[in-house]
């Protein structure tokens, strides 16, 4: 019997994110084209045997207690399940935080699938999905993995097939960008557009790259892009630079763009960070084993 095991958390992009009401509670229901990328996280989880949790992590500025996503994730499990021992967390952050791209949602889906397996709780993927939106709307998500359409606050999935092969630059500007801000200023009712999911879902069931990219929208960026227009220019970068489409991750402040070539790619990333447009840019790839 193992008493530890490493997690790999990956980071999410929403290739099209629309929102279609306001529920009473204040959160908005969506509808989202999510995809895994190749950037992630990783964590450690050890049992241990006196009670508590314990988080380390390599960025200072993280929480380490209760308002940390990891240790909110643990606790839950372990309380419901009366788990008498405790557990330590490491947590290596590679995902730019408070960017869009769901480290915290990926990190808390990560270790309700370790904390399950550590303690040999027996749920199954689909009850730890169930579980996780009471960490966060994006959660159950993250614990599917891969190519889904996303309703409800975020929690509704659908699996969809594969997103075509490309290479994914991703771009996080030198700003933080908070998800409740985002959608507390979102005109909800008078959005002056709306991607065409339908027509997104089509492309990918043909496997059809130029029209998965035709069909990208994403109606968060009608708030975060004027209140930070450093989105616009390196969505402008992407797109001069060859990009099939740019587009804002989530709330943001995250851009990526949609890359035939590796070496296109790479050379806009490497320009970016020289011009101190985004310290953080990575060229990755679709991510969509469920492993
Ligand atoms: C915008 C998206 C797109 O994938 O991701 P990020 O930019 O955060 O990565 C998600 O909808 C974010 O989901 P997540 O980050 O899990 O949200 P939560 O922690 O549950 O909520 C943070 C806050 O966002 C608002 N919220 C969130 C989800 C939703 N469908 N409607 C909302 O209004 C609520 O005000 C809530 O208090
Ligand atoms: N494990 C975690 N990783 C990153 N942020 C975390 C984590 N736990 C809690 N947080 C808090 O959640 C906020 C948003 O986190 P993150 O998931 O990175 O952003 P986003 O919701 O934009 O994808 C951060 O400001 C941070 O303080």
């Not at 309380?79 to 791209?101: D, N, Q, T, Y």
């Not at 996303?150 to 908070?178: H, T």
């Amino acid at each position: 019997m193992s008493d530890q095991i490493s997690l790999r958390a990956y980071g999410k992009i929403n290739l099209g994110l629309d929102v279609v009401g306001k529920r009473s509670d204040g959160y908005h229901e969506v509808k989202m084209v999510m995809q895994t990328v190749g950037l992630y996280d990783s964590l450690k989880l050890e049992r241990k045997k006196e009670p508590g949790i314990h988080v380390t992590t390599n960025l200072y500025f993280l929480p380490t207690g209760e308002d940390n996503l990891v240790y909110r994730a643990a606790d839950m499990l372990m309380k419901e399940f009366g788990v008498k021992e405790g557990l330590s967390i490491g947590l290596h952050k590679r995902i730019p935080v408070a960017a869009g791209m769901g480290g915290g949602s990926s990190d808390a889906a990560a270790v309700l699938v370790g904390v399950n397996k550590l303690f040999h709780l027996g749920l199954s993927r689909k009850a730890l999905m169930e579980r996780g939106v009471n960490l966060g709307a994006d959660v159950p998500y993250c614990v599917m993995r891969g190519t889904a359409l996303a309703e409800g606050i975020g929690e509704k999935l659908r699996r969809l097939p594969p997103m075509p092969d490309c290479f994914i630059l991703l771009a996080k500007p030198p700003v933080s960008v908070s998800t409740r801000f985002v959608y507390g200023n979102l005109k909800a009712d008078i959005l002056p557009f709306h991607p065409d999911l339908d027509g997104m879902i089509k492309a990918l069931e043909k496997n059809n790259l130029s029209g998965v990219a035709a069909c990208m929208g994403n109606v968060l960026e009608t708030v975060t892009i004027p209140a930070y227009p450093q989105v616009q220019k390196l969505k402008d970068i992407m797109m001069d630079a060859g990009a099939r489409m740019a587009l804002m991750s989530g709330s943001g402040p995250t851009v990526f763009g949609i890359f035939d070539k590796k070496e296109t790619a790479d050379r806009t990333c490497r320009m970016l960070r020289r011009e101190g447009l985004a310290k953080q840019a990575y060229t990755v790839k679709p991510y969509n084993s469920k492993e």
